[in-house]
């Protein structure tokens, strides 16, 4: 909040300082200003519009994600598209877009936005995972598969995706695969967690 104090005094001095805002609202949001969520959108909101060319694409994420919170999708849309413009490489921008495209239904582009953020970086963690769960979502087994695979490529502690991987084994019918992600997957969890195992029968867990 000193920080808040002093950037305040240098917006006093020049009202047109574009990142004396900008650095206003990143204070802001992170000392949980008592005023509220309105007082650091403006700050954003300053900011590109003082400096609408400049590099301050985060200012453009914040503002998306800001009103993300309070389901403005169309705006947070045009502040990720806007943040993108600004910063074309940066492959969190996509995935963040393609979890909102997902929410407004636009399967396709949130797709698309999956994909590029994953071929900027193909260890993109929550891209890589949510583009399974809306494979999944969609019935494409297989697909959910492969990227519950190269998920696994880099993240072979995480138990909670072999869990995953587990079920669509289930749903494909690979009873033998999916019972060897279950006994990996029983192995690296917290022992305080319940195990799973799959019917001798048919592929269920019981």
């Known amino acids: 909040m000193s ?5 305040t005094k240098a917006i006093e001095l020049d009202s047109n300082f574009a990142s004396a805002y900008y650095y206003r609202g990143c204070a802001l949001n992170k000392g949980f200003a008592s005023d ?23 200012a453009y994420f914040y503002l998306a994600s800001l009103v993300y919170e309070y389901y403005d999708d169309e705006k947070a849309l045009a502040y990720y598209n806007k943040a ?5 490489t940066n492959y969190i921008l996509y995935c963040q877009r393609g979890y909102l495209r997902e929410r407004m239904r636009n399967i396709d582009g949130a797709m698309d936005d999956y994909y590029k953020s994953i071929s900027l970086n193909n260890k993109a963690y929550q891209a890589l995972y949510n583009k399974y769960h809306l494979e999944e979502t969609l019935g494409n087994l297989k697909e959910a598969l492969i990227t519950i695979n190269q998920l696994l ?5 995480d138990a909670n995706i072999y869990f995953d991987k ?3 084994l289930c749903e494909l019918g690979q009873k033998k695969n999916a019972q060897d992600a ?14 799973f195992e799959l019917d001798e029968n048919a592929c269920k867990v019981k």
């Open 3 to 7: 920080a808040v104090e002093e950037l």
């Open 36 to 58: 509220g969520m309105d007082t650091i959108t403006r700050d954003f909101e300053k900011c590109i519009a003082l400096a609408p060319d400049s590099n301050f694409w985060e």
């Open 84 to 88: 993108i413009y600004s910063n074309p």
């Open 153 to 157: 490529s880099f993240e072979k502690q």
């Open 166 to 168: 587990a079920f669509i």
């Open 182 to 195: 279950f006994e990996i997957y029983n192995r690296l969890k917290d022992p305080k967690i319940q195990r």
